[in-house]
Protein backbone atom coordinates (compact mmCIF):
# COMPACT_ATOMS: atom_id res chain seq x y z
CA UNK A 1 0.00 0.00 0.00
CA UNK A 2 2.62 2.69 0.57
CA UNK A 3 3.62 2.05 -2.87
CA UNK A 4 0.68 3.01 -4.43
CA UNK A 5 -0.84 5.44 -2.17
CA UNK A 6 1.97 7.83 -3.85
CA UNK A 7 0.09 10.46 -6.16
CA UNK A 8 3.31 10.42 -8.20
CA UNK A 9 3.03 6.50 -8.80
CA UNK A 10 1.49 4.62 -12.00
CA UNK A 11 -0.12 1.25 -10.72
CA UNK A 12 -0.38 -1.60 -12.53
CA UNK A 13 -3.31 -3.41 -12.03
CA UNK A 14 -2.80 -7.02 -13.10
CA UNK A 15 -5.70 -9.62 -13.79
CA UNK A 16 -6.09 -13.25 -15.50
CA UNK A 17 -8.29 -12.96 -18.46
CA UNK A 18 -9.95 -15.87 -17.42
CA UNK A 19 -11.09 -14.12 -14.33
CA UNK A 20 -13.89 -11.35 -13.85
CA UNK A 21 -12.73 -8.02 -13.93
CA UNK A 22 -15.36 -6.61 -11.29
CA UNK A 23 -14.12 -9.59 -8.86
CA UNK A 24 -10.15 -8.77 -9.46
CA UNK A 25 -8.39 -7.72 -6.40
CA UNK A 26 -5.88 -5.74 -7.91
CA UNK A 27 -8.55 -3.68 -9.55
CA UNK A 28 -10.30 -3.28 -5.78
CA UNK A 29 -7.16 -2.07 -4.28
CA UNK A 30 -6.00 0.10 -7.12
CA UNK A 31 -9.41 2.04 -7.35
CA UNK A 32 -9.61 2.35 -3.23
CA UNK A 33 -6.58 4.42 -3.65
CA UNK A 34 -7.19 6.02 -7.10
CA UNK A 35 -10.95 5.63 -7.03
CA UNK A 36 -10.99 8.12 -10.39
CA UNK A 37 -8.78 5.65 -12.27
CA UNK A 38 -6.67 8.16 -13.64
CA UNK A 39 -3.13 6.79 -12.95
CA UNK A 40 -4.25 2.82 -13.17
CA UNK A 41 -3.48 0.80 -16.04
CA UNK A 42 -5.47 -2.43 -16.44
CA UNK A 43 -2.73 -5.16 -17.47
CA UNK A 44 -4.80 -8.22 -18.68
CA UNK A 45 -2.39 -11.54 -19.04
CA UNK A 46 -3.44 -15.08 -20.13
CA UNK A 47 -5.04 -14.18 -23.43
CA UNK A 48 -3.62 -16.76 -25.16
CA UNK A 49 -5.09 -19.40 -22.81
CA UNK A 50 -8.87 -18.34 -22.80
CA UNK A 51 -11.77 -21.29 -23.78
CA UNK A 52 -12.70 -21.11 -27.05
CA UNK A 53 -16.00 -19.33 -27.53
CA UNK A 54 -14.56 -16.29 -25.01
CA UNK A 55 -13.20 -13.30 -25.47
CA UNK A 56 -11.85 -9.89 -23.62
CA UNK A 57 -12.63 -7.46 -26.33
CA UNK A 58 -14.94 -5.74 -23.79
CA UNK A 59 -12.14 -5.67 -21.40
CA UNK A 60 -9.75 -4.56 -23.75
CA UNK A 61 -11.79 -1.90 -25.16
CA UNK A 62 -12.32 -0.07 -21.23
CA UNK A 63 -16.06 -1.09 -21.01
CA UNK A 64 -16.44 -3.61 -18.30
CA UNK A 65 -14.38 -1.46 -15.88
CA UNK A 66 -13.07 1.60 -17.19
CA UNK A 67 -9.60 3.32 -16.48
CA UNK A 68 -8.75 6.36 -17.38
CA UNK A 69 -5.27 4.78 -18.67
CA UNK A 70 -6.93 1.99 -20.05
CA UNK A 71 -5.98 -1.88 -20.47
CA UNK A 72 -2.58 -3.83 -22.27
CA UNK A 73 -3.12 -7.07 -23.19
CA UNK A 74 -0.43 -9.60 -22.53
CA UNK A 75 -0.18 -12.93 -25.10
CA UNK A 76 2.86 -15.25 -24.57
CA UNK A 77 4.91 -16.94 -27.22
CA UNK A 78 4.70 -20.69 -27.40
CA UNK A 79 8.11 -22.69 -28.18
CA UNK A 80 5.74 -23.49 -31.82
CA UNK A 81 5.67 -20.30 -32.32
CA UNK A 82 9.33 -19.51 -31.13
CA UNK A 83 10.72 -21.43 -34.13
CA UNK A 84 7.94 -20.16 -37.05
CA UNK A 85 6.95 -16.82 -36.69
CA UNK A 86 8.90 -13.49 -35.65
CA UNK A 87 8.21 -11.21 -32.98
CA UNK A 88 6.84 -8.75 -35.33
CA UNK A 89 4.88 -11.27 -36.34
Do not use: F, H, Q
Request: aromatic residues 4%.
Amino acid sequence: MPYIKNPNTVILAVSKASDDLANSDSLKLARSVDPEGYRTIGVITCLDLMDEGTDALNDLMNRTYPLKLGYVGVVMRGAKDMVNKTIKE
